[in-house]
């Protein structure tokens, strides 16, 4: 039977080594909105007066204290509830985190963020994981995505990845079409769910990008592990 980790482990290899390597105790992935669907007041849209690209928007502000009060209690586990008994084994985790590029050791890393790092909350999310101290792994989904965004975001975005601890581009070229970025992008979302033990997802139900990534972490086996925020209950 194929499963989607049975994907997933075709993908990055099966090596098994005899002693386990020295991986994070657990990966926090993180997955979220874009900032149309993060406006103050509930609105998607793009009208005057749209704060959804404003990171001091109350929204905004709110949702990252949220992202900082989850992200500490599950780095707050006791070890029971870490690897070796999560759900991503150490082989499987080092044989992706070993094609990643590195600005720091990862076998020293106690635990891990994972950020698609798309405009909104996945790249809020990295400012609150560097706040706390906790080193960040980007996943691009290909050069070049923040090609189209505004000025303050694509200068945002090269701050995120300057302070990664590592990352992890998925495609080497750009896309041609608009139908293979998106692909491109569900196939990073896919690899998200693929080494992340927990996911934390930004999530208001509706359709997109994060309803996509959530559906396929529930595809991965149900294991209970989504730790959902959801903007219409903070506003």
């Known amino acids: ?38 406006d103050s007041l509930g609105r998607a849209t793009t009208e005057p ?44 985790l080092d044989n992706f985190l070993r094609r990643a590029e590195w600005r720091v050791d990862y076998h020293e890393l106690s635990a891990l963020g994972v950020s698609g790092v798309a405009l909104g909350a996945d790249t809020d999310a990295c400012g609150v994981w560097l706040r706390m101290g906790l080193p960040y792994l980007a996943l691009v989904p290909f050069p070049g995505q923040d090609s189209r965004w505004p000025k303050p975001s694509q200068d945002a975005y090269a701050q995120v990845l300057t302070h990664a601890a590592g990352v992890y581009t998925c495609h080497a070229e750009r896309p041609t079409t608009d139908q293979q970025a998106g692909d491109l992008l569900k196939a990073r979302d896919e690899v998200l769910c693929c080494i992340a033990d927990e ?7 509706s359709k997109g990008g994060t309803s996509h990534t959530v559906r396929k972490w529930d595809g991965f086996g149900g294991r209970g592990r989504l730790h959902r925020i959801d903007p219409r209950e903070i506003r």
């Open 199 to 205: 996911l934390i997802a930004v999530f208001d139900g």
């Open 1 to 38: 039977m194929v499963t989607p980790m049975s994907v997933c482990r075709a993908k990055f290899g099966s090596r098994v080594s005899e002693v386990p390597p020295k991986v994070p105790g657990q990966c926090v992935g993180i997955t979220g909105h874009r900032p149309h669907k993060l």
């Open 49 to 92: 007066g749209f704060d959804g690209y404003d990171r001091a928007n109350p929204l905004r502000v709110r949702i990252r204290e949220e992202i900082r009060r989850t992200t500490q209690a599950l780095l707050d586990r006791p070890p029971e509830r870490k690897r070796p008994h999560c759900y991503t084994d150490a082989d499987y």
